[in-house]
């Protein structure tokens, strides 16, 4: 199966929050898994992308935690900020293909 | 101006219709996709293209046509719009398909009425 099934759909977290956005996915053939953060009006911007060789990557408030045998990666964000207020969306890609989840709109208040 | 563009940003049309989206990037990028993105649905592939004159149908191709006849342009073609059409359309680019950063264009949001 292609599917990428993404949770939650919609996430409201607190300013200084951790926002956690889950991802799941079922074909063993992927082999690259990025982020896509996408503010209103504009097209989603590649935010942050991890291969299954490694468990973890963090890139300043952003970290994606990736579990191989579960199938599962996440993407963590600390000391939310609202300015994080977007719409996350998953993926994973391998050969000539890249599924993306359905997103997640975060919304952080002030 | 280097990136994807893709024009126009807004049309509203009638059903029945044909109406053409215009995608053009400057990378020379081998990939290009097309990509409608509804509330609830997320972002669904309509078509792609690996190269000039080779394109593919993705999930949801019914009702659109899609030529490349060089690699920067990607145009998408409703040949007889329905208001089931009414969508955000993104047009992107990559190197390659798969292990591959996307670069999506800004949208073009098309209403039929």
């Known amino acids: 199966q292609q599917q990428v099934k993404q949770s939650p759909q919609s996430l409201i977290v607190q300013k200084g929050g951790i926002s956690i956005i889950n991802c799941a996915y079922e074909n063993t053939a992927f082999d690259y898994f990025p982020w896509y953060q996408q503010f209103p009006g504009k097209g989603p911007a590649l935010l942050i992308a991890i291969r299954p060789d490694v468990s973890e990557k963090k890139e300043g408030r952003f970290t994606i935690s990736f579990n191989k045998s579960a199938k599962q990666f996440s993407l963590h964000i600390m000391d939310s900020q609202p300015g994080d207020s977007a719409t996350y969306f998953c993926a994973a890609s391998g050969y000539d293909k890249i599924i993306f989840g359905k997103g997640t709109r975060l919304h952080i208040l002030p | 101006d280097a990136g994807i563009t893709q024009s126009p940003r807004y049309k509203i049309t009638e059903t029945g219709r044909q109406v053409t989206l215009m995608c053009h990037q400057t990378w020379s990028h081998s990939y290009m996709f097309w990509y409608r993105q509804d509330l609830g649905h997320g972002l669904r592939l309509i078509y792609y293209s690996a190269a000039a004159d080779i394109t593919d149908k993705g999930e949801v191709p019914d009702g659109y046509v899609v030529s490349r006849s060089k690699t920067e342009n990607f145009p998408l073609t409703l040949e007889s719009a329905t208001r089931s059409q009414t969508s955000v359309y993104f047009c992107?680019?990559?190197?390659?398909?798969?292990?591959?950063?996307?670069?999506f264009g800004a949208g073009s949001r098309l209403t039929v009425l």
């Open positions: 992107a680019s990559g190197r390659s398909s798969g292990a591959n950063v996307l670069t």
